[in-house]
C-alpha cells in the first residue's frame, strides 16, 4: 500500500513537474515571438519616419510627379494605421510605392546624384534589410511555438492553457513576381 502511494505521488510529481516545464517553455516562445514583433514594429516605424524625407527630397527635382509622390505618402500612412490583420498587405502595398519612388529617380540624373537622396536611400535599403531579418527571426520563432503547441505531448499542455500556433508573416503574390526589366 505505502509502495504503491509513492508511486502514484512520483507520478504525480513528474507530471507537476512536466506541466510546469513545458508551460514555461510556451510562455518563453510567446515571449521572444512577442518581442520579435515588436523589434519589426521598431523597423517599420523607422522606415515611416524616413519616407517623408525622401519624399521631401524627391520633391524639389520631380515636382510633376505628384501622383507617384502621394501614392507613397498615401500607402506609408495607411501601413502605420492599419489593424495588425492586415498590417502585412499594407506593407506589401508601401513596399510596391517606394519601388515605384526609386524607378523614378532613374529618370532624374540630378535626383541620383543628390548626396542627400543618396544617403536617404541607403538608410531605406539598409532597414529593408533589417525588416527582413526580423521577418525571418519572428518566423523562426513562429515555428518553434507552432512546434510545440502542435506536436504530442506538449500539444496536451498548450490545450489545457490555451496556447495557440502563431501565424506567420508571409509575402504576398506582389513581391512574389519577377520584375520586368526592360532595355
Do not use: W
Not at 506541466?19 to 523597423?43: I, M, P, Q, W
Not at 519624399?55 to 524639389?60: A, I, S
Not at 548626396?115 to 531579418?133: A, P, R, T, W, Y
Not at 502542435?150 to 500539444?155: A, I, L, T
Amino acid at each position: 500500500m505505502v509502495i504503491a502511494l509513492v508511486i502514484i505521488l512520483l507520478v504525480l510529481v513528474i507530471l507537476a513537474l512536466y506541466t510546469g516545464a513545458t508551460y514555461n517553455s510556451l510562455v518563453r516562445c510567446r515571449n521572444k515571438a512577442e518581442e520579435a514583433l515588436s523589434g519589426l514594429d521598431a523597423h517599420l516605424k523607422q522606415r515611416y519616419d524616413l519616407i517623408p524625407n525622401l519624399v521631401e527630397t524627391v520633391k524639389g527635382y520631380a515636382s510633376h510627379e505628384e501622383e507617384t509622390l502621394s501614392r507613397v505618402i498615401s500607402a506609408r500612412n495607411m501601413a502605420m494605421n492599419s489593424p495588425a490583420a492586415q498590417k502585412g498587405k499594407a506593407e506589401d502595398i508601401l513596399s510596391g510605392t517606394l519601388k515605384s519612388l526609386f524607378a523614378l529617380s532613374e529618370s532624374y540624373p540630378d535626383l541620383k546624384a543628390n548626396v542627400n537622396f543618396m544617403q536617404l536611400q541607403d538608410k531605406l535599403s539598409g532597414l529593408e534589410d533589417d525588416i527582413l531579418k526580423a521577418r525571418k527571426y519572428y518566423n523562426a520563432l513562429a515555428r518553434e511555438m507552432n512546434d510545440r503547441v502542435q506536436m504530442f505531448p506538449s500539444s496536451l499542455i498548450a490545450s489545457l492553457f490555451h496556447f495557440l500556433p502563431l501565424a506567420y508573416i508571409e509575402t504576398s503574390d506582389e513581391e512574389k513576381a519577377v520584375p520586368e526589366v526592360r532595355f
